[in-house]
């Protein structure tokens, strides 16, 4: 049997929010592959370890290497299916030598948070990366949950959704940190975000 990619979600950051079998895993794990936070917080001294930096290339060339005589655990922040490493993976390796261990995104918990319903929202990555206008554009009841970068900040994406027609009295949650000690929601409306610095790495929910 062939070696396996063993994709990991390791959710919003706490190990509070890490399923057991995915923790399983990840003890079990001979090599690890994750971010630099993914492998402080996971990894042990024991393990063969490769961080995921912006040489994305080396970083599969790695664990291709590493395949051909033991699995390779990614650890990736959130789901996996949302916006992650696995994109990359597919683009290099078939699916059946991908295994993929779902966890708790980030704007699952924001929705959480605030106890909203999600299953009518459209979600949205602008963390380096820019999106449609025709997702953008204000209609009545429409929801959105974003996640967004220091160029996409909240005040930008208020700039964005302004001119896209959305009341200046919409409501923003901005939600950053979460699942840490020091996680932080804030209440604002859609003029008010306009002004309001940092959040640069959060949830953005926008409700009409």
């Known amino acids: ?7 990991v979600g390791i959710g919003p950051g706490s190990p ?13 794990a001979k090599v690890l592959v994750g971010s630099q936070r993914a492998l402080d917080t ?17 970083v599969l060339d790695f664990i291709g290497q590493q395949l051909t005589c033991q699995d390779v655990i990614v650890l990736v922040s959130g789901d996996p299916g949302f916006y992650s ?13 991908i295994r993929v261990i779902p966890g708790i995104s980030s704007v699952q918990l924001a929705f959480a948070r605030l106890a909203e319903v999600w299953q009518d929202a459209a979600l949205l990555s602008m963390h380096g990366r820019k999106a ?7 209609r009545p009841g429409y929801k959105l949950g974003i996640l967004t970068d220091p160029q996409h900040n909240p005040g930008h994406i208020a700039r964005i959704l302004l ?4 009341p200046e009295t919409a409501c923003v949650w901005l939600c950053t940190n979460l699942s840490y000690d020091n996680e932080e929601v804030a209440a604002l409306t859609l003029a008010e975000t306009v002004a309001t610095p940092g959040f640069e790495h959060s949830v953005m929910v926008v409700k009409a």
């Open 85 to 97: 490493m696995l994109t990359a993976l597919r683009s290099r390796f078939a699916p059946a030598r």
């Open 42 to 58: 996971f990894g042990s001294a024991n393990q063969v370890s490769r961080i995921i930096d912006k040489d994305i290339q080396g």
């Open 1 to 7: 049997m062939e070696h396996q990619i063993v994709v």
């Open 16 to 28: 509070d929010y890490v399923l057991p079998i995915a923790s399983r895993i990840i003890a079990g």
């Open 163 to 166: 001119a896209q027609g959305w």
């Open 132 to 138: 449609a206008d025709e997702l953008l554009k204000f």
